[in-house]
């Protein structure tokens, strides 16, 4: 065997110390029960699940798989044409727009997001964008945008010039050229990025609760209430354990193509 | 091409706009001379200044370590190593 193998060992212990372990937790708090205190009664109990699906909880549910898909779809729109506009320019070219790009995502999460809310309070937008679901989806965009645009960008780089100027030549619109040339080709790295922002938008708390003003519930807000004032654990676990089970299935469907990616 | 190129700095205005509106609002001179002058926000930096080098030495080290090992597995492990990999990145960050 070759020995460079073990090399592996420090990655394993990571991913089983710091990704594995925290999330059997989450699932043996699930099943457990609330005492008076707020603490954990370990056990195997079903009541936390059984709340998740009164109708109350599942419209929280439903409503953050909505924003998550509305913001989702945004995102990839926008970050489409600028990717290809990235991908026929020369390198250094592209560095100079991709560093643009980026600059602006090294200012901290929060500062950032405060500096989106004053520019939502700006007179052209007034009061109809702020503590409004379409407030929390336009800050969504504005915060995912990047990371949209990157994976797109190295998977239409791939596309040659001479492909598309063959599609053209041949007497395809440009209609055609991005629905029957761009699109097939790129179809597993728009999967990849699809999934790339919906999946993490779903946990997202910060934005719903500054941006939305606290007003719409999402699942985000949700967890950090039973974790913080509520003090429900297991209610907050049942919940994560749900929406890491639906992330992996997403991933399952649409995972090969992000690996393939990354 | 032109119109992609409008398209894109109308997306560079969208992302740099909020940052802009911050400075142009919030900063004087006085202001930074206050934060220079604050030894609270003088240790803080220097807390975030360690922190970060730390992060990034300890994850790079780390990274490169697993990344030199990969080669050495079959296809099919890498796949495994390579997608257990994301979960992090792409689990909500509440989660954790």
Redo the contacts between chains.
Sequence with gaps: M?R?????I??IL??FGL?AA??LL?VMASFGHRDENGGIQYGLHWESYATLFDPLYLEVFGRTLLMATIHSVLTLA?AY??A???S?LDRTKAAF?LT??LV??W?NYL??L???M??LR?HPFGLEWTFTFRGIVAALL?NY??FAVLPLYSALEKVPTSLIEAAQDLGASKRQVLFQVLWPMTRKPVTATF??VF??A????LIPELVGGGQNFFL?TF??QQFLTTRNWPLGSAA?AL??LL?SIM?MFG?KA??ED? | ?KI??T??WG??L??????L??LI?GSSLSAFEKLLGNTEVMVSFRNSLVLGLATALIATV?GL??A??????PERAR?W????????L???????
């Design positions: 070759d460079r193998r073990l090399l592996i420090p990655y990571w991913l990704v925290p999330f989450i926008a044409p600028a290809f506009f990235l026929r727009y643009m790009l602006p995502f200012t500062i950032r405060l500096a989106f004053d520019v700006l504005y945008l990047p999934l790339l999946i993490p779903l946990g997202e708390f985000g967890l950090q994560i929406l890491i992330a991933l995972g992000l690996a990354a | 091409m992609l190129r398209y894109m997306l560079l969208f992302l740099w706009a909020p940052l509106v911050v609002k780390l370590i697993t030199f090992a990969l080669p050495a597995f796949g190593i390579t997608g257990s990999l994301l979960l992090p792409v689990l909500p960050e509440i989660a954790f």
